[in-house]
């Protein structure tokens, strides 16, 4: 009788074993697939756009770039972050991630920045898109008339000449009046530090 209880116990115990090593797994295949693919946040972006009468403003960037994290804490501060909440649903995009880091690109998002011709360009690079999905500007500071082939990327706009460019992009894109485009380009221009 002994013997048949501990052959249970090894059973029940080899089972839960099993079960725990299971579980783990699905967890870890799950957390390696935790980025949410560049169609469905784009998806997701532009139906808030539509319900709030904004346009989309999506930034690339990567874990490791400084100036993406320069980008975010400019539009984020306490100064600005309304203009840009009001006018915009701003989402984000990973690509470039560096290696080990790489599942947290979004899938899809680098042919996107391929699309508009990004790709070569360095990040942050930003574009925005009205609630259909037609693109109004995107970050390049290009000669007037100048396709999507032209331009250089002004990223996290910085210098007077990037931000003076930022601001007309926002002026054309939102509803953003012209004491709120001083504020933003005051603050932009601290990029420049």
């Known amino acids: 009788m002994r013997c048949n209880t501990f052959r249970q116990r090894a059973i029940i115990m080899k089972s839960w074993v099993l079960l725990v090593a299971g579980y783990m797994l699905i967890s870890a295949v799950g957390e390696a697939q935790l980025a949410k693919s560049a169609d469905e946040i784009l998806k997701q972006a532009y139906s808030e756009a539509a319900k709030e009468q904004k346009n989309v403003f999506v930034i690339f960037h990567a874990s490791w770039c400084g100036w993406c994290k320069k980008m975010d804490a400019a539009m984020n501060d306490q100064s600005v972050k309304k203009f840009f909440a009001d006018n915009y649903v701003i989402c984000h995009l990973v690509v470039y991630e560096s290696k080990g880091k790489e599942t947290l690109e979004n899938p899809g998002a680098l042919e996107l920045l391929k699309r508009y011709k990004g790709e ?70 601290e990029n420049e530090n």
């Open 120 to 189: 070569e360009q360095g990040i942050p690079y930003w574009l925005i898109f009205d609630k259909h999905g037609k693109l109004l500007a995107d970050s390049k500071l290009r000669p007037e008339g100048g396709g999507l082939e032209t331009g250089d990327n002004t990223g996290c706009p910085a210098s007077e000449t990037e931000v003076a460019n930022f601001l007309k992009v926002l002026k054309k894109t939102s509803s953003l009046k012209e004491a709120e485009l001083a504020i933003i380009q005051k603050r932009f221009r």
